[in-house]
C-alpha cells in the first residue's frame, strides 16, 4: 500500500514537502516516483528515481524546482517543490515498481503500484 501526504492549498511561489510511504505487505519497489494528472489530462511523469540510488528522471517543467529524496530504511519517497505556480496544481500520485528491469522514461505504464493521491493547489 502507498500512502500519500503532504499536498495542500498554497500561493504561488510557496513550497510543499509530500510525502509516501510503503506499508504492508508490500513489494520491494526498485524504481519509485511521483507523477501528477490535472482534470482532463494524462497522467503526467514528475520525478522517479531507482530505490538504489543513481538515475533521477525529472520533467523538464519542474527541473530545478522539484526534488525526489528517498529514506528506504522508512520505505519512503518524498518530493520537495518550491517556486510553486498554479500549472503545478494536480493530484499527486506516488508510483512504485517492483521490476528489477524498471525504467525511469516518465511514463506512468511504467509503473504498476500507485497511491490513492494528494491533491496540490497553487492558486
Known amino acids: 500500500q502507498l500512502v500519500e501526504s503532504g499536498g495542500e492549498s498554497v500561493q504561488a511561489g510557496g513550497s510543499l514537502k509530500l510525502s509516501c510511504i510503503a506499508s504492508?505487505?508490500?513489494?520491494?519497489?526498485?524504481?519509485m516516483g511521483w507523477f501528477r494528472q490535472r482534470p482532463g489530462a494524462e497522467r503526467e511523469g514528475v520525478a522517479m528515481?531507482?530505490?538504489?540510488?543513481?538515475?533521477?528522471y525529472y520533467a523538464h517543467s519542474v527541473r530545478g524546482r522539484f526534488t525526489l529524496s528517498q529514506d528506504i530504511g522508512k520505505n519512503t519517497v518524498y518530493l520537495e517543490m518550491e517556486d510553486l505556480t498554479p500549472d503545478d496544481s494536480a493530484i499527486y500520485y506516488c508510483?512504485?515498481?517492483?521490476?528489477?528491469?524498471?525504467?525511469?522514461?516518465?511514463?506512468?505504464?511504467?509503473?504498476?503500484?500507485w497511491g490513492q493521491g494528494t491533491q496540490v493547489t497553487v492558486s
Open positions: 504492508g505487505n508490500i513489494h520491494q519497489p526498485t524504481c
Open positions: 508510483a512504485s515498481e517492483p521490476l528489477l528491469s524498471c525504467v525511469l522514461t516518465g511514463s506512468a505504464s511504467d509503473f504498476r503500484f
Open positions: 528515481s531507482l530505490t538504489s540510488g543513481g538515475s533521477t
